[in-house]
C-alpha cells in the first residue's frame, strides 16, 4: 500500500513539474511568434539588437547601426522593454529640486582631506608615562 502512495505522489509531480515546463515553452515560442520589425530583443548567448527583418525561421538582428546578424528564431530570449521616465509635472519636478539642492551639500574628498588635517591628535613623546593597561584592555586606575 505504501508502495502505490509513494508512486502516485512521484507521477504527481513529474505532472506538475512537466505541465509548468510546457506552459512556459508555450508562452515562449507564441513571443517568438510574435516579434516583428523594432523590437529589442536579447538573443540566449547574450546578444542585444533590434529586429530588422522575420522570414519564417530567421530573424534579422542589427546590433549596431550597419551591423546585420541572421538568428533562428529558437535563439531570441527575451524582448527588452525600453526604460520609461514619466515624470509627472508637479510631483516630480519638487524631487529633482529636493535632490539638486541635498547634492549641494555633498562633502568631496578634499573637504575631508581638509578636515582630517585640523583633527590631528597629538601623542606624547613619552608613553611610558601611561599606567600599566590590564588584561581586559583598560588602563589601570589604581
Known amino acids: 500500500m505504501e508502495l502505490i502512495l509513494i508512486l502516485a505522489i512521484a507521477l504527481g509531480a513529474l505532472w506538475l513539474m ?10 515562449a515560442q507564441e513571443f517568438r511568434n510574435n516579434l516583428v520589425a523594432g523590437d529589442e530583443v536579447m538573443t540566449a548567448s547574450g546578444l542585444l539588437g533590434t529586429v530588422v527583418a522575420v522570414e519564417d525561421d530567421v530573424i534579422t538582428l542589427e546590433s549596431s547601426p550597419g551591423a546585420h546578424t541572421r538568428w ?11 526604460p520609461v521616465d514619466e515624470i509627472d509635472d508637479v510631483e516630480d519636478e519638487a524631487d529633482l529640486d ?23 591628535i597629538d601623542v606624547p613623546d613619552d608613553l611610558s608615562t601611561l599606567p600599566p593597561a590590564r588584561k581586559d584592555g583598560e588602563p589601570d586606575t589604581k
Open 18 to 27: 512537466s505541465s509548468r515546463t510546457r506552459k512556459q515553452q508555450r508562452a
Open 72 to 82: 533562428i528564431r529558437a535563439a531570441i530570449a527575451k524582448k527588452i522593454e525600453p
Open 98 to 120: 529636493d535632490e539638486v539642492d541635498e547634492q549641494d551639500d555633498v562633502v568631496t574628498d578634499a573637504d575631508r582631506i581638509s578636515r582630517a588635517n585640523d583633527d590631528v
